[in-house]
């Protein structure tokens, strides 16, 4: 079979997965967050915690839920690194310097999980399992939470609530990600992920010699991390590690765990609004550009010329030959595309093309489908920025799901689009007018402007993953990067609510021949070209001197 058929079928297996589960887990989740009831489990953990699950919450209230817990988690675990060598299963590691330790905290409590680390040289089992694994699961609940919010801002009227964040909180983590994420640790042990809690021990070498190893909770980290659109690898090679990633069916698993709340959340977003064809057309833009940009990866890393790439039937460096060209390419446009950041391959190493690709995937917003829940709120912005500019050409106030879209909205919504790009632009340009960061990049050039363009890129958008051959573990880098991965994190945050709230204290529009018909092929179609219109007028210069310029001089 030929590595391109093999690549296809590999996409077109992940899609059947994708379509089997799409209905039922949709329809789930929907079910988890419209429902009184409580389990027994989350009772005793809203009395441990002493919240009210059944007090409604107006925006305010909620975003001052969202940043205690957040503020309380990046507290908790920079203490755990600063005292981890005094903890039991530390492994013998020290403990972590300030400015990583803030880096590493910022990090996982925003869902990016960049790590300016070597995993397996750093971080002992307390500080993993933890610690680590358990911001991977608050952190994507919230993100589930802020999601649900905001769509309860469309289904709701004349009234200011949006629900209880402690109950959606605590429903996403017990009902939603812990469940699959058992199933998922179990099938990637089955594949050959460890699984342990074993200490230091040497291995032999094929050419001779030995290297030191330890173990760890591999697979139930592993889970999660995808699950949830995390990222962070126990590893320092992460998902290209064999203990995390061992054979060809373990990485389509990883894959599919990826993706598979953030398409699903399209059908929660059709229950809860009361009209699944909306969720359909925002399913439908999501995957447009997912299929467009994992066919486009795999011919750039297919296609490339020249004798050596021809003779290793494609562009294999920094792949693993276990996944081949086409798992790698499905894999890094899965990762970058979502808010995700796990890698199985080197970016670094792709195409100059295929490295614009993972990068452009992260400046769209990560909204296809994007991580677990910043991906549905990143693209209903998208949505009323799209109506609105429908709204001028008809000279009509925009509506979206029966609800106007007024200047309130669009300032909210504008300034939602605005505050990732000037993070990633900003820090960008000071960084390389400074000698100290720029002394960070190995390579010189476009490819050494593209190394600090996608560090940036990356935290601001809240991904996590690297170009590679950046030294990123510097006092600048840490700070800089950890206030990025913050600021990217939890301003749009605040702007998503404050919109929610707004959209819930209208009275909905009724209907008319004039209504824009948003659940439309065509309102897809605008939708993709307002996303790839305003990325584009918003990163392509920075994007022609770095990728676009490597990828024309090969």
Same mark, same amino acid.
């Given at each position: 079979?030929? =590595?391109?058929?093999?690549?296809?079928?590999?996409?077109?297996?992940?899609?059947?997965?994708?379509?089997?589960?799409?209905?039922?887990?949709?329809?789930?989740?929907?079910?988890?967050?419209?429902?009184?009831?409580?389990?027994?489990?989350?009772?005793?953990?809203?009395?441990?915690?002493?919240?009210?699950?059944?007090?409604?919450?107006?925006? =305010?209230?909620?975003?001052?839920?969202?940043?205690? +817990?957040?503020?309380?988690?990046?507290?908790?675990?920079?203490?755990?690194?600063?005292?981890?060598?005094?903890?039991? /299963?530390?492994?013998?590691?020290?403990?972590?310097?300030?400015?990583?330790?803030?880096?590493?905290?910022?990090?996982?409590?925003?869902?990016?999980?960049?790590?300016?680390?070597?995993?397996?040289?750093?971080?002992?089992?307390?500080?993993?399992?933890?610690?680590?694994?358990?911001?991977?699961?608050?952190?994507?609940?919230?993100?589930?939470?802020?999601?649900?919010?905001?769509?309860?801002?469309?289904?709701?009227?004349?009234?200011?609530?949006?629900?209880?964040?402690?109950?959606?909180?605590?429903?996403?983590?017990?009902?939603?990600?812990?469940?699959?994420?058992?199933?998922?640790?179990?099938?990637?042990?089955?594949?050959?992920?460890?699984?342990?809690?074993?200490?230091?021990?040497?291995?032999?070498?094929?050419? /001779? #010699?030995?290297?030191?190893?330890?173990?760890?909770?591999?697979?139930?980290?592993?889970?999660?991390? %995808?699950?949830?659109?995390?990222?962070? /690898?126990?590893?320092?090679?992460?998902?290209? @590690?064999?203990?995390?990633?061992?054979?060809?069916?373990?990485?389509?698993?990883?894959?599919?765990?990826?993706?598979?709340? =953030?398409?699903?959340?399209?059908?929660?977003?059709?229950?809860?609004? /009361?009209?699944?064809?909306?969720?359909?057309?925002?399913?439908?833009?999501?995957?447009?550009?997912?299929? #467009?940009?994992?066919?486009?990866?795999?011919?750039?890393?297919?296609?490339?010329?020249?004798?050596?790439?021809?003779?290793? #039937?494609?562009?294999?460096?920094?792949? %693993?030959?276990?996944? #081949?060209?086409?798992?790698?390419?499905?894999?890094?446009?899965?990762?970058?595309?979502?808010?995700?950041?796990?890698?199985?391959?080197? @970016?670094?190493?792709?195409?100059?093309?295929?490295?614009?690709?993972?990068?452009?995937?992260?400046?769209?917003?990560?909204?296809?489908?994007?991580?677990?829940?910043?991906?549905?709120?990143?693209?209903?912005?998208?949505?009323?920025?799209?109506?609105?500019?429908?709204?001028?050409?008809?000279?009509?106030?925009?509506?979206?799901?029966?609800?106007?879209?007024?200047?309130?909205?669009?300032?909210?919504?504008?300034?939602?689009?605005?505050?990732?790009?000037? +993070?990633?632009?900003?820090?960008?340009?000071?960084?390389?007018?400074?000698?100290?960061?720029?002394?960070?990049?190995?390579?010189?050039?476009? @490819?050494?402007?593209?190394?600090?363009?996608?560090?940036?890129?990356?935290?601001?958008?809240?991904?996590?993953?690297?170009?590679?051959?950046?030294?990123?573990?510097?006092?600048?880098?840490?700070?800089?990067?950890?206030?990025?991965?913050?600021?990217?994190?939890?301003?749009?945050?605040?702007?998503?609510?404050?919109?929610?709230?707004?959209?819930?204290?209208?009275?909905?529009?009724?209907?008319?021949?004039?209504?824009?018909?948003?659940?439309? =092929?065509?309102?897809?179609?605008?939708?993709?070209?307002?996303?790839?219109?305003?990325?584009?007028?918003?990163?392509?210069?920075?994007?022609?001197?770095?990728?676009?310029?490597?990828?024309?001089?090969?």
């Amino acid at each position: 079979m030929s =590595p391109v058929l093999a690549g296809a079928l590999q996409l077109l297996a992940l899609m059947a997965a994708l379509a089997l589960v799409y209905r039922p887990l949709g329809d789930y989740m929907a079910r988890v967050y419209s429902s009184d009831k409580h389990l027994r489990v989350e009772k005793w953990i809203y009395k441990g915690i002493g919240a009210n699950p059944n007090t409604e919450m107006r925006w =305010p209230a909620y975003l001052r839920g969202v940043l205690a +817990l957040s503020a309380i988690g990046v507290l908790f675990l920079y203490l755990l690194q600063r005292v981890q060598g005094s903890l039991p /299963g530390s492994l013998g590691f020290q403990s972590i310097d300030p400015d990583q330790a803030f880096n590493t905290a910022a990090s996982f409590v925003a869902n990016t999980n960049w790590q300016s680390y070597y995993g397996e040289q750093a971080m002992g089992h307390v500080v993993q399992t933890g610690g680590l694994a358990v911001q991977n699961f608050v952190s994507a609940a919230v993100g589930i939470a802020v999601a649900v919010a905001l769509v309860r801002g469309f289904a709701r009227s004349r009234t200011g609530e949006l629900g209880n964040f402690w109950a959606d909180l605590v429903r996403g983590v017990v009902r939603i990600l812990l469940p699959i994420s058992v199933i998922a640790a179990l099938l990637l042990v089955a594949c050959g992920a460890i699984q342990n809690f074993s200490g230091i021990h040497e291995v032999g070498q094929f050419q /001779g #010699g030995v290297q030191q190893w330890n173990g760890g909770a591999v697979a139930s980290q592993e889970a999660i991390k %995808e699950l949830g659109t995390n990222g962070g /690898g126990y590893f320092n090679a992460n998902s290209a @590690h064999p203990f995390e990633n061992p054979n060809g069916l373990s990485n389509l698993l990883e894959i599919f765990l990826i993706l598979v709340i =953030p398409f699903a959340l399209t059908r929660t977003f059709g229950r809860m609004v /009361g009209n699944v064809r909306q969720g359909y057309a925002i399913l439908g833009t999501m995957a447009l550009i997912w299929v #467009g940009f994992s066919a486009l990866m795999m011919w750039t890393e297919f296609a490339h010329p020249g004798a050596a790439f021809q003779e290793a #039937g494609g562009a294999m460096e920094g792949k %693993e030959t276990r996944f #081949g060209i086409g798992g790698s390419a499905i894999f890094a446009v899965a990762t970058t595309l979502t808010s995700t950041g796990a890698v199985n391959s080197f @970016h670094s190493s792709y195409t100059g093309f295929g490295g614009g690709i993972t990068m452009l995937g992260m400046q769209l917003g990560e909204i296809a489908p994007g991580g677990v829940g910043s991906g549905l709120y990143g693209m209903l912005i998208m949505a009323i920025i799209a109506v609105f500019i429908a709204g001028l050409m008809v000279g009509r106030t925009p509506e979206y799901l029966g609800k106007k879209i007024g200047t309130r909205e669009i300032k909210l919504a504008a300034c939602y689009i605005l505050v990732t790009p000037a +993070l990633v632009l900003g820090f960008t340009a000071v960084a390389l007018a400074l000698p100290t960061p720029a002394n960070s990049m190995t390579n010189a050039g476009a @490819h050494g402007f593209s190394e600090i363009l996608y560090a940036y890129t990356s935290g601001a958008n809240n991904n996590g993953s690297a170009f590679a051959g950046l030294n990123a573990d510097t006092q600048w880098f840490n700070t800089t990067i950890g206030l990025a991965m913050l600021l990217g994190r939890f301003l749009p945050i605040v702007l998503v609510l404050a919109l929610a709230g707004s959209l819930a204290e209208q009275k909905p529009v009724p209907a008319t021949t004039g209504t824009l018909r948003t659940e439309k =092929p065509l309102f897809t179609g605008l939708l993709v070209g307002t996303i790839l219109i305003i990325t584009g007028l918003t990163y392509f210069p920075a994007l022609a001197l770095g990728p676009l310029a490597e990828g024309l001089a090969s």
